[in-house]
């Protein structure tokens, strides 16, 4: 059975840099049928997709973060992560890790991390 | 970008009642269009996908329609665990977005 655990600060201080992991075990992040992307909630608020990459180091990002965001893949660790710059207050989230199916359809999601961002 | 709305933006139904929730998009999005039911401190669980086909395991009282710019995600006949909040997510382009909800209550 497929699974994904996100894992990283669960506090980030204002300006600095918010970094999570995802480890996926139960599959190989290096199949070719699938992406894998970072999607948040704000509390109380809707979803946000952040950007895919495939397992080559594809990726894709949303417009509305794309100069903040670097997401990266290392498949010897079966692991891919997300880097978002300069966070603030507005940042704060759970944050999701997904396996997508045919790069469109977030099919399998881990548990997500509550990031905080405060001093 | 592609917007989506949804409506209604919550709703109250009897159980056993049928439930329709629609989605919309801003431009043609084809069938690229799944549906989402997310229950409180859970992660979102895909329910459609490409519009109208059932993931597996999926109940079959859950069902949508629906091509273009015009979605239906529909509960045949809701159920006390049905309460969550639904939403639709659309693909265009090399972006995702997803509708703003529709948060399902037991009367």
């Known amino acids: 059975q497929l699974q994904l655990q996100e894992s990283g600060p669960g506090l980030v201080k204002p300006s600095e840099t918010l970094s999570l992991t995802c480890t996926v075990s139960?599959?190989?992040?290096?199949?070719?049928?699938?992406?894998w992307g970072w999607i948040r909630q704000p509390p109380g608020k809707g979803l946000e997709w952040i950007g895919s990459?495939?397992?080559?180091?594809?990726?894709y990002y949303n417009p509305s973060l794309k100069s903040r965001v670097t997401i990266s893949v290392d498949t010897s660790k079966n692991q891919f992560s997300l880097k978002l710059s300069s966070v603030t207050a507005a940042d704060t989230a759970v944050y999701y890790c997904?396996?997508?199916?045919?790069?469109?359809?977030?099919?399998?999601w881990g548990q997500g991390t509550l990031v905080t961002v405060s001093s | 970008d592609i917007q989506m709305t949804q409506s209604p933006s919550s709703l109250s139904a009897s159980v056993g009642d049928r439930v329709t929730i629609t989605c919309q998009a801003s431009?043609?999005?084809?069938?690229?269009l799944n549906w989402y039911q997310q229950k409180p401190g859970k992660a979102p669980k895909l329910l459609i996908y490409?519009?109208?086909n059932l993931e597996t395991g999926v109940p079959s009282r859950f069902s949508g329609s629906g091509s273009g710019t015009d979605f239906t995600f529909t509960i045949s006949s809701l159920q006390p665990e049905d309460i969550a909040t639904y939403y639709c997510?659309?693909?265009?382009?090399?972006?995702?977005?997803f509708g703003p909800g529709t948060k399902v209550d037991i009367k």
């Open positions: 997510q659309q693909y265009d382009n090399l972006r995702i977005t």
């Open positions: 139960g599959g190989s992040i290096s199949s070719s049928s699938y992406y």
């Open positions: 431009q043609d999005i084809s069938n690229y």
């Open positions: 490409d519009a109208s």
């Open positions: 990459i495939y397992y080559s180091g594809s990726t």
């Open positions: 997904a396996r997508l199916e045919a790069v469109t359809t977030p099919d399998y």
